[in-house]
């Protein structure tokens, strides 16, 4: 019986050995890919680099370099989640930031193809569609302006 005992505590020792070395990969895995940012596919949504000046007039610049687009749905649980760092993001005063629906605006989404929500675009102050991308978190709706910044001209310059 003693043997019994002494072989199950071995093995419970050897699994949780087993098992910090494998939170141990699993975080070092995390670490080398990163944050990753929104997924810009071609073909989705309108053309990096084509023009949407009607968006862009429907956003309201009040003085802002870049617009943003982001459309939603009322019955997307991530949307919901989103929507208090979607305003948070407004707040920035060198953004403008307008959100359409999917039912209220349904003729703008089938005119750009949005392929789904969420989604953002990011405009210059001409409407030229400068990033794009669906987004699942806050970093990857930072990732869309980033880029934006990076193909545009500087914001705040």
């Known amino acids: 019986m003693w043997i019994a005992i002494g072989v199950a505590l071995l093995a419970c020792a050897a699994l949780a050995i087993a098992?910090?070395?494998?939170?141990?990969?699993?975080?070092?895995?995390?670490?080398?890919?990163?944050?990753?940012?929104a997924l810009e596919i071609a073909g989705e949504g309108p053309e990096?680099?084509?023009r949407a000046p009607d968006l862009s007039e429907r956003i309201g610049?009040?003085?802002?370099d870049l617009g943003l687009a982001v459309f939603t749905s009322a019955g997307c649980r991530i949307c919901q989640t989103l929507?208090?760092?979607?305003?948070?993001?407004?707040?920035?005063?060198?953004?403008?930031v307008a959100v359409f629906d999917e039912v209220a605006e349904s003729e703008l989404w089938r005119n750009l193809e949005i392929p789904g929500s969420p989604f953002a675009l990011a405009l210059d102050r001409e409407g030229t569609v400068l990033?794009?991308?669906?987004?699942?978190?806050?970093?990857?709706?930072e990732s869309v302006l980033a880029t934006a910044e990076r193909r545009g001209e500087p914001v705040g310059a």
């Open 19 to 37: 098992l910090l070395a494998l939170a141990r990969e699993v975080g070092m895995l995390r670490l080398q890919l990163g944050t990753q940012g």
């Open 48 to 50: 990096v680099g084509s």
């Open 61 to 64: 610049r009040n003085g802002a």
């Open 83 to 96: 929507a208090p760092a979607i305003d948070n993001v407004a707040k920035d005063p060198r953004v403008a």
């Open 131 to 141: 990033a794009k991308g669906t987004f699942n978190n806050l970093a990857q709706l």
